[in-house]
């Protein structure tokens, strides 16, 4: 197994773009990460997509795109795990470099949603669920979320109030990001008043509907330093699953696939929690970022909303999350978000990241979740 | 890189499975694979399949499938390129086995087209083209397809009635086949006078909406050959693609990436078409056999149906196709196809096949094909 590195990145602002097909959108962020990274040939072209089928009457992206940007003729596929296809296409691209199967994968993820009328993304979203035992019963993904959360509160003792500070922080990052969605702040105050969508999520719980694109450049890393700048490796990757089915896991709110996908990522990587300077977590819904930082160590069962409290999240604390916006201020293309999360962790890791550089950033994480925790891809970077 | 082969396979007869859920199906698959394989740890599933979101209002497969069969936990992830799905969930698979990035991966595939109507199935199907230019312009899959067979008819004087063979071919294939969804005969008759579908396309050159699932166990050869009493190795696996638009091909009837994977396909395993003993081609519709035959250096260009007129397919002649019914008799349940084919060729290694056996067959290729050419996956196997 051979070291991996990302030699270049390509990011399209998140916003509602269209004017854009899904594959112009895809094209400007994988020729702008292959510009990034100044390689002349690609081996394969990975695109990490749920929805182009169901809301962009386009499938078979992988061949598409490919021909799209010039790489006409190159292996190409597309990979779907819902919200976490982005971060299983990266998956699946670190195999094929790490394997010495592919000198130099492009990892593309894309998604266009706001085409659709909105009870249409909606149910779109839904098949991210179980179709025979939630979506056919009317849950739809916010209402999937919220069960998880009620729960959370009840479980806890804990207010929705308390989850505000992560929305806030969100929003704040997201001011100086040109690529992201919604860059203004809001106050506690705003996150209480938001208008309800399933009780207790409201909307400045959750992440929008939108549309964007990412890519990056996967190599060796021998050959990554002779081309980038500040190359960034990959120290760790892993994935784990869990059932979809909310009332088939064994730990409602244990989130096992993101704890067994970090416990890999730092087994491989030889490091703790603590080593990790930021972490660009799943903030699909606020419930869902402080279920992921306690299943990947950063606090105790019951306790992640305090790293809230605490300012512990934000960029000068313990552990900075959604440093560019996350998915609820940058925004979630959904297909598209793990990809952007590991463009973001490498701005950081380049000393790049502007007025939301993480001082001193040398470790990242990443991990991108598909349903309410049924497919986890945890990441870890370092700069070189 | 290290030597893979296939331990173990599971099929489920093709048909219209409307008393099973698309994970039933998927399900029924991947466990006979692992029990013909009797592998007890497995690292990964990877699930071809096109249309689970547009026809069972289901994505996410990959964790689905992996939970049900009873693999929660493990890496899974759906893995699309329209047709040719499971070649490409298959490929993928490969890399991982082969760069030592996965001990054991099973591959599926999956398709589940029945329960809906048929104006859904075709806009559905039609996903797999250039949505902003033949979609959107009205043409469905078997309209491209039809265009491609009007010009090789022009192009090369060739009359509707040569393109018989291979359907007849096919027919008499599935007889024997338990796993077939139509397995019974024709004459040039029937199909000169089957109902038109798209000028010059009828129904006897095209293959059926159905639902299917086929899974394959892939492991290194060393550990394949302590499991299994037949274990068949994976001597090539390469992919390419091709504009999806007909209209933008470089050269309409020469299928450019069913020659170029073909061609890596050979010198990897070091052989020529002259060393293959039986090639299951993608024969959605007969001029796709013709095409691909041509294309992987069966025949000249424009001259591929004489190997029907000389009944070079048939399973003793020089290059047997379809050898189990192909997709025209067993059933194209589109995502699962590649892994059929290969689960056949498997069959005929292993000397397994019954009244269909080519003799002596030791090395088999497989191509599986997305689009009308835009995603092709060749496989060459090799009896142990």
Request: glycine residues 10%; contains cysteine; charged residues 20%.
């Amino acid at each position: 197994m051979r070291d991996v590195s990302i030699a270049g990145i390509g990011v399209v602002p998140v916003a509602e773009h269209w004017d854009k097909s899904i594959k112009e959108l895809a094209g400007e962020a994988v020729q702008a990460a292959i510009s990034d990274a100044k390689v002349d040939s690609v081996d394969a072209l990975y695109v990490g997509n749920m929805l182009s089928g169901l809301l962009n009457g386009q499938e078979h992206l992988g061949a598409l795109v490919a021909d799209w940007v010039g790489l006409r003729g190159v292996e190409a596929v597309k990979i779907e795990a819902a919200c976490g296809s982005g971060a299983a296409a990266l998956r699946l691209g670190y195999v094929a470099v790490a394997g010495e199967m592919a000198d130099c994968v492009v990892v593309a993820g894309v998604e266009k949603m706001t085409d659709r009328p909105s009870p249409q993304v909606t149910a779109a979203l839904a098949t991210a669920s179980d179709a025979d035992f939630e979506a056919q019963n009317g849950l739809s993904f916010v209402a999937l979320n919220a069960l998880l959360m009620r729960r959370y509160m009840h479980e806890f003792g804990v207010s929705h109030r308390d989850f505000a500070p992560f929305s806030i922080n969100a929003h704040q990052n997201a001011v100086a990001n040109p690529n992201a969605l919604f860059p203004h702040t809001i106050t506690a105050d705003d996150f209480c008043a938001a208008k309800m969508i399933a009780d207790p999520v409201n909307l400045l719980d959750s992440s929008p509907v939108c549309d964007g694109a990412a890519a990056i450049v996967l190599c060796a890393t021998d050959r990554a330093r002779s081309l980038a700048d500040r190359p960034v490796r990959i120290r760790a990757s892993a994935s784990a699953t869990d059932t979809i089915a909310l009332h088939d896991r064994r730990d409602l709110l244990g989130l096992e696939a993101a704890a067994v996908s970090a416990a890999r990522a730092y087994r491989q990587a030889r490091v703790t929690p603590a080593d990790i300077d930021l972490f660009e977590l799943h903030d699909a819904f606020t419930i869902m970022s402080v279920l992921s930082l306690e299943a990947c160590g950063f606090a105790e069962r019951g306790k992640g909303v305090r790293l809230g409290a605490d300012g512990a999240i934000t960029i000068g604390g313990q552990i900075p999350i959604t440093t560019m916006g996350g998915l609820k201020a940058r925004g979630h293309p959904v297909g598209a978000t793990g990809i952007y999360q590991i463009a973001e962790v490498v701005e950081q890791l380049r000393g790049q990241a502007g007025a939301n550089q993480v001082r001193d950033a040398r470790l990242g994480m990443a991990q991108g979740i598909g349903g309410s925790g049924a497919t986890v891809v945890t990441t870890i970077l370092e700069a070189l």
